[in-house]
């Protein structure tokens, strides 16, 4: 059996185990002579246990049992003379054969089972089954049969999950390496707070005894890992908020949006951050949820404005994979009719959730109701562009300048704290699990000083992003952040193995860190020096290039981004990124893309109409790499409807390229930078000429008009 | 400080100090000593195996109630090393196994005699898991014999009236007399009969968990025989999303290419908690701990139905890559030891979730460009046959019910793609370990240092050391490079089905010879 050591057999062994076998074939064929001759005598069902005792595992003779017993049942049901007490022994002696059998085996599926089926005809006393499991566990305390038939037990004979919880409590005590008893204490755990029962509420009390027991673990044993795994879920149950909140949206609250007619505006007294321009007669009004949410539509968010003509609003989620649950959700509101030489402006309202309907994935309500209002400003026009053409978009170096912002203009990532939504009556648990992550972080500074232990580390690491994250729950100030990416840059050395997984950590912690307040973030602003393309409403480029990204993150922040520099870094999927609606160039060379379903998410940025993509390593897989490594490693969940395209590629062979064509037919794309990927030869980029007709530059060359 | 240990932690660094133990005298050798240590020791294994086919040594006789699985570990591991049984043992098998099947379907642990009173009589019960490794066994075996000797629909029956435990009651086996009839039969009872948990039992009256959804679901596509009957509502088991009753239609999760969200709305936190643990792993059964087993069992399952994408597949990689330990195996819970049959389980998931594109492939193959129509299997198949010619289908838009997924051939366009990439765990030093610390000199394979040979380690470390190997082809025909198999290039093995594991010529062989449903 399994984690049993066997030993080497010796002559005389083998003649027992011989003798032994001999008499279980000789068991068998009584058994079954027994058995097909409908006999339950008390010696045939002597036989059949003994059979069991040897080979629980004979599981035919299982099934014979139950038939027996129903037999003697129904027997003892029409016999006047027989009492409960009959009907008892009956059930007893299975049990009995039961124990003799697990003694043999005790991971045998066919023993467990039966005494399930026992259990669930006639209640056993609870105490016997508790002894029986007190033994088993004690045997192997690991065993997930024995934990099995205790859930089973428990359920069955309703002891409480407190007493439950107490055997954990004991087990723990005993063996707190036991991951067995630790992970049986979380799912007791999660059912008494869910339903708030006595003794286990308010859970600020429950979990911090937990975690003092747990410290216990970790403390005596730091090597341990079974103590670890539950601190994971207890620092889960602090921070989480079951309810989903709104974190930012775009246009956000307070700001004045400028948008421009067809116009090159050199007025630099406008804030470039909230200029904007859209060639498609709309505004995009944007909302970022902490997590997926569905149920997003006229109903759960009302739009008050003069602009919204049309009627009721659309909401879109912004999800790759069809899915009507969403993090982000967008709308669109008419653009207003310019009249020249009028400056006015539109108030806009928007309240999200004063109607219930919004509810997250895993099933809570939107419950923090909110409103944010903007208001847009309409520029008229000052130059008449017709004639004037556009322009190449070149990222060359010497086009940016960093970018001197004048004090007074507005701030690109304001108003997400006065967004903000403080909810009174948890004021004293936000209070409580601030103390409850700081107490934490002292504690696992303190080991890590006397010892070096990588899961010490995440634990760590976690903690302090948690801790920051509660300071301020949307414009979080990272006041730990250098601490967080010296942490994931020492387990990158430490644990090689997972190295690519703290490096999309320390990403996700690099780009909080920049993104956490204006100065920090105006050190990537700069200014692209080519300001005759028309359809850049604003010319600040954010520049995150060759600071060794390899995940992209914080987007919440970077909802205004309308021209965004990410080459240079180690990026292998642009997940997030359909979130940036506003986003018209993008700039991803010298990554590691790997192919174009990598690029799956810009298919839902309608106004992106540059985008450069060389020297990836698009097409020297032959295999999408990062399918898995999304967090929906099934983006191509998505409808293709080819038949209408048909015409649009002729003779051009699209299934050779169906990647390639899922995302480029869905983009305007003006402006195509591909060289330097293994996909990129002539015949492919025949195919592109087809399959995007408003292409006007591929790889720096102007193409021909047809 | 001073740090108390514990038990567990004791056992494991005993363990880790055997096993460093031997990695440092592999370092230590001169160059040729080492290639010899790292050799597998194919002659050895082939005599050891052969001999357990021929005869079982007897304190084999607890696993009398097993013997089909006896067969499969044995034959699938001479299948991997590449080498086959004499024809007489090979006819042998067939026997023995016909011996084991049910007159009404699925195979029991056993030769039984036929009664026609009631197949409850026999002498071992058709059971989910001996069904499983005999079909399995017979593909390996191979052959129009061999395969021929599954009777499909009756199997197909058994595996519909484990769905239920009051089948005794409603049905007459003496009815079951033509094939046709029976499949008849079996429609009616399983649209009569079938639980709405989705589950499935192991036998009758037995015990419902995660490995006899595996079992049961690996049979049915592996035969062709798949249907939206028998996936309903399995992948509501898996992850405890039991709606209430009739709320959700068996229509939306039949056909529906990925049901998934329009669930979300019927999941009652009450009831159980999923499958699949906050950890990220799967365990055998609602609110046990994630386990390596059940995590494979569980994942093909749900990939072999088509579900897969309401999986966190990111929590399941999560949870799987941090159960490779130090001494370069896998443990199959947390905090638990190296064992090498988890190889096979944990490193078959990773071999899964290296392969999901090819589920793309399965909607891409039904629709014919020039016609806009959905095109038959058979030809879309073909296509895929050729050499060069990577020739896609694609399907038209707008979802499912006029073009439902074909369920019986997610396992072959599974195979069927291409693979290049690089393994999500560390493969070489997989391979060391199997090869340093599991393997037996005198042949066989076992658990870990100080374990003795077995049939099962033998069977499930050289699968999960032929996945190793081959994770990183560029395509089937394409041996690996050299430098993804450790030790002497010979040491590689056959290629093994990541979602059945049956050898792929043989599984090939039985895909061509079941392909008219």
Sequence with gaps: MHGQPRKAPKPEDEAASAAKAEKLRNLQSQFLCFHHNNIYSKEALEVSARLLENNPEYYTAWNYRKLAVEHRLTQSESDPDSDSDSVNSILNVELKVVESALRQNFKSYGAWHHRKWVLSKWQSSLDHELRLLDRFQKADSRNFHAWNYRRFVASLLNISEVDELQYTTDMINKNFSNYSAWHNRSVLLSNLLKRKAQGFFPKEKVLNEEYELVHQALFTDPDDQSGWFYHLWLLEQTVKADAPLLVSSWPAHDSNLILLGDSCLEDSALSPFNTFHSELGTIPLVVYFNKAVEGVNSSTI???????????????????????????????????????????????????????????????????????????????????????????????????????????????????????IKDDHEESSSKWRAETIANEIALFRELLSEINCKIGKLTLARLLIAHDMMLS???NKMVHSEEVIQLYSDLMKLDSPHSQYYKDERSLVLLQQITSNRESLLRYCFRHGDRTSSFLGNSICLRLNNISLSRMGSIEKLLWVQMLDLSHNELRSMEGLEAMQLLSCLNLSNNKLSSFTALGPLRLLKSLKVLDISFNEIGSHSIDTTRYLCSSPLSHTEEIDWSHDETVTGDVNQTNYWEAFLIFKDLNLTQLDIVGNAIADEKFKSFLVKIVPTLKWLDGQELQLH | MTAATTKTQQEQWMVENQVFQIFDLFADLPRNAKSALVELQRDNHLEYLTKGLKRLDPSFCVLDANRPWLCYWILHSIALLGDYVEHEVEDNVVDFLSRCQDPNGGYGGGPGQARKSSILWQDHLPHLATTYAAVNALITVGGERSLSSINRWSVMFEVSHFCNSA?????????????????????????????????????????????????????ASVLNILDDELIQNVGDYILSTHSKEGTDSGVALGLCTYPGHELRHHIDLKVYPSCQTYEGGISGEPGAEAHGGYTFCGFATMILINEVNRLDLAGLLDWVAFRQGREGGFQGRTNKLVDSCYSFWQGGAFALLQRLHAILDEQLVNYSPQTGVASDISGGEESSDGVDDKTCHFKL??????????????????????????????????????????????????????KHRDFYHTCYSLSGLSLSQHSWSQDEDTPPLPNAVMGP????????????????DQYYEAHEFFDTP
């Excluded at chain 1, 009507?324 to 309202?349: G, R």
């Excluded at chain 1, 509810?359 to 309500?365: E, T």
């Excluded at chain 2, 009651?169 to 079938?194: A, G, Q, T």
């Excluded at chain 2, 019986?408 to 199997?434: C, T």
């Design chain 1, 302 to 420: 009302s739009v008050e404005s003069v602009l919204n003509t049309k009627g009721e609003l659309t909401w879109k989620p912004l999800s790759t994979n069809n899915s009507q649950t969403a993090q982000v959700w967008v709308t669109y509101l008419n653009y207003p009719n310019i009249k020249l030489h009028s400056s006015e402006f539109y108030p806009v309202e928007v309240s999200v959730g004063h109607t219930p309907g919004i509810i997250s994935s895993s099933g809570f309500h939107y419950s923090h109701p909110s409103r944010f209002a903007f208001k847009v400003f309409v520029r008229p026009f000052e130059k008449d562009l017709a004639g004037h053409g556009v322009e190449m978009v070149s990222w060359r170096e010497d086009n940016f300048l960093l970018y001197e912002s004048h004090s007074q203009e507005s701030n690109p990532i304001l108003s997400l704290d006065q967004l903000n």
């Design chain 2, 397 to 450: 838009g707008g979802t499912n019910a006029s073009c439902p997924v074909n369920l019986n051939s997610i396992g072959y366009n599974f195979v069927k793609q291409p693979g290049e990439m690089e393994a999500l765990y560390h493969r070489w030093a997989l391979q060391q370990y199997i090869l340093l610390c599991a393997q037996d000199m005198k042949g066989g394979l076992k658990d870990k240092p100080g």
């Design chain 2, 167 to 219: 089948y005794w009651s409603h049905f007459e086996p003496n009815d079951m007399d033509s094939e046709i009839f029976c499949r008849e039969k079996v429609y009616m009872f399983l649209k009569r009969m079938k639980q709405p948990s989705g589950a499935f039992r192991m036998h009758d009256a037995g015990e419902i968990d995660v490995r006899a959804c595996y079992t049961a679901i690996s049979v």
């Design chain 2, 489 to 504: 290039y010979a040491n590689l093995l056959e290629r093994t089905h990541p979602l059945f594991n049956v050898v792929l």
């Design chain 1, 473 to 475: 729950p949307i414009a």
